[in-house]
């Protein structure tokens, strides 16, 4: 059974630092970071394949990082700088469809976790 469990989401004034992290349950060609507000659609934040090449949705380019771990399956998201405009759930997801497209705009994942909620105050 596919599992992606995040960890790591909470409360965080503005200008902080938060990371999540997702295990996943196997191996997964392209790995993301979505999020969403109420109301609103989930939306791609970070996209990385599994060589490391990752995409990032304008906002947070320069204050957020995705990276992962292979040898454990581990996904995570460094989240710097944090602005009250990042609160959201944020969801883990995957697929492992080699000739889908893995980068933010274009991913259609597969999977997704339970999602971690992220509160920024100002």
Known sequence: ???LVESGGGLEQAGGSLRL??????FFY???WFRQVPGKERKGVAVMDDAATATYLDSVKG???ISRD???NILYLQMNSLEPEDTAMYYCAA????DEPCRVGAMSPDYWGQGTQVTVSS
């Open 95 to 98: 697929h492992a469809r080699w």
């Open 63 to 65: 204050r957020f990082t």
């Open 21 to 26: 992290s997702c295990a996943a349950s196997g």
């Open 70 to 72: 292979n040898t454990k």
């Open 30 to 32: 392209c790995l993301a």
């Open 1 to 3: 059974q596919v599992q």
